[in-house]
T-cell receptor, first 111, second 112 residues
Framework: GQQLNQSPQSMFIQEGEDVSMNCTSS?????WLWYKQDPGEGPVLLIALYKAGELTSNGRLTAQFGITRKDSFLNISASIPSDVGIYFCAGRRSNDYKLSFGAGTTVTVRA | EPEVTQTPSHQVTQMGQEVILRCVPI?????FYWYRQILGQKVEFLVSFYNNEISEKSEIFDDQFSVERPDGSNFTLKIRSTKLEDSAMYFCASNRNYNEQFFGPGTRLTVL
């Protein structure tokens, strides 16, 4: 499958801080998705992006579809304890059905 | 809100045994998928299914694997002869169009 490079791999943050993570790919994607996964559960869709340059918010979450179509970032503002989890980026190329996933960013929030 | 459901939540089997993992996709969805996640690793695509046939599969999805939509609601993944390395979380996903995919809670498969 396609290689998505997601960074950082993990982060420890103080409650109330902002969080940023990103994904880059060598391939062009038509769709970027951001998921959150809690331990032992399935990925839950947070934000979907469909157009280059698109900036979309969902509450304290903001994500952008890079203009090159090869990258995306996710910001979490004013983090709270329930933001703990693993965040995955996923992309879909134009002729694919499948999603390719990044390796995940593990977020731990210190109260 | 409609959800993808999966059964069982945990399956333990002996190496060489057949297992069937079951999924009920969201009711008006047309595209169905299986992914797996080995412990601590990223989610990997196995197969997609549309219009009663496989539309795409990965190199992981070899002859040991098969999928079926036996009726209007269920979508199954069968592993004919399980190997130790098949131990993983298996996720079913579905969507109505090409874009957002909604995942089920997963089945943890343990092969002994």
């Amino acid at each position: 499958g396609q290689q998505l490079n997601q960074s950082p791999q993990s982060m420890f943050i103080q409650e109330g801080e902002d969080v940023s993570m990103n994904c880059t790919s060598s391939s062009i994607f038509n769709t970027w998705l951001w998921y959150k996964q809690d331990p032992g559960e399935g990925p839950v869709l947070l934000i979907a992006l469909y157009k280059a340059g698109e900036l979309t918010s969902n509450g304290r979450l903001t994500a952008q579809f890079g203009i090159t179509r090869k990258d995306s970032f996710l910001n979490i503002s004013a983090s709270i304890p329930s933001d703990v989890g693993i965040y995955f980026c996923a992309g879909r190329r134009s002729n694919d059905y499948k999603l390719s996933f990044g390796a995940g960013t593990t977020v731990t929030v210190r109260a | 809100e409609p959800e993808v459901t999966q059964t069982p939540s945990h399956q333990v089997t002996q190496m060489g045994q057949e297992v069937i993992l079951r999924c009920v996709p969201i009711s008006n969805h047309l595209y169905f998928y299986w992914y797996r996640q080995i412990l601590g690793q990223k989610v990997e695509f196995l197969v997609s299914f549309y219009n009663n046939e496989i539309s795409e599969k990965s190199e992981i999805f070899d002859d040991q694997f098969s999928v079926e939509r036996p009726d209007g609601s269920n979508f199954t993944l069968k592993i004919r002869s399980t190997k130790l390395e098949d131990s993983a979380m298996y996720f079913c996903a579905s969507n109505r169009n090409y874009n957002e995919q909604f995942f089920g809670p997963g089945t943890r498969l343990t092969v002994l």
